[in-house]
């Protein structure tokens, strides 16, 4: 489905082990051309486990090859989570791409042992 505004990206965090958003979690935005990684934009999720607007909309919004860095390990140690030194998970990267002018919703559903993400809608 293509957006009016000419695409948006967005992303949510979910903790598994607990059941709850990942509130607090700390996200960068990477955009790939090549060799070449640009940092965007770096936020931090909300109480519902998502970021206040947007990653990218409007105008900022490009079709090509990003990378989300979740910093998992940070976000599990300060909620209390028992992990080992060094942890099994710590710093979360997805790549992907984004080929048309749509919304792409990249989600993030995390343990202290395992991850998993989807296109989500």
Known sequence: ?????????TTHVLDTASGKPAAGL??????????ARTHLKTVTTNA????????????AFRTGEYELVFAAGAYLRASGA?????AFLD????????AERAHYHVPLLIS???YSTYRGS
Do not use: H
């Not at 009016?4 to 990206?9: K, V």
């Not at 519902?48 to 105008?59: F, H, S």
């Open 48 to 59: 519902d486990g998502r970021c206040d607007e947007p990653l990218l909309q409007g105008e």
């Open 82 to 86: 028992a992990l080992p030194q060094p």
């Open 1 to 9: 489905m293509v957006n009016s505004d000419g695409g948006r990206l």
């Open 91 to 98: 710093i979360v990267p997805i790549r992907f791409g984004m």
């Open 26 to 35: 700390s996200i960068s935005l990477f955009r790939l051309e090549g060799e």
């Open 112 to 114: 202290p042992y395992g």
